[in-house]
């Protein structure tokens, strides 16, 4: 009774599943935890856009209804307790740090990428 995953000595190694191939599967399961990039959440902190976050809607598709958000990390919390906790959080220090600095501009990119 060996375990059916593993590779036996003269046995022919078994094929893998259909999901190997599916690339619906693959699409959706690398863009379920999508979050926002470093440069859209760097737009949301400008002045003019803050007033949206700073007096959310009430949405009850969101965790939290929408009321509890993150504007640094873009992230909705479902009550006020984890998002103090999520402030002290190393995630959370780690992404202020990043938005200290100003993010490439398509313009930049495009200057320093020529050879």
């Known amino acids: ?18 999901l190997a191939k599916n690339k619906k599967f693959h699409k959706k399961r690398s863009t379920t935890h999508y979050t ?3 440069d859209q959440v760097y737009d949301d902190l400008k002045p003019e856009n803050v007033e949206k976050f ?3 809607q009430f949405d009850e598709t969101l965790p939290g209804f929408g ?17 103090d906790e999520h402030s002290k959080s190393k995630f959370h220090r780690r992404m202020l740090k990043r938005l ?14 020529k050879f």
Do not use: W
């Open 67 to 83: 009321q509890y958000y993150c504007i640094s990390c873009a992230k909705h919390f479902t009550n006020k307790h984890a998002l």
């Open 36 to 38: 926002k990039d470093i």
């Open 54 to 56: 700073v007096a959310p």
């Open 100 to 113: 200290q600095e100003k993010p490439y501009s398509q313009k930049e990119s495009d200057h320093y990428g």
């Open 1 to 18: 009774n060996f375990p059916r995953n593993k590779l036996i000595m003269g046995q022919v190694q078994r094929r893998k599943g259909n």
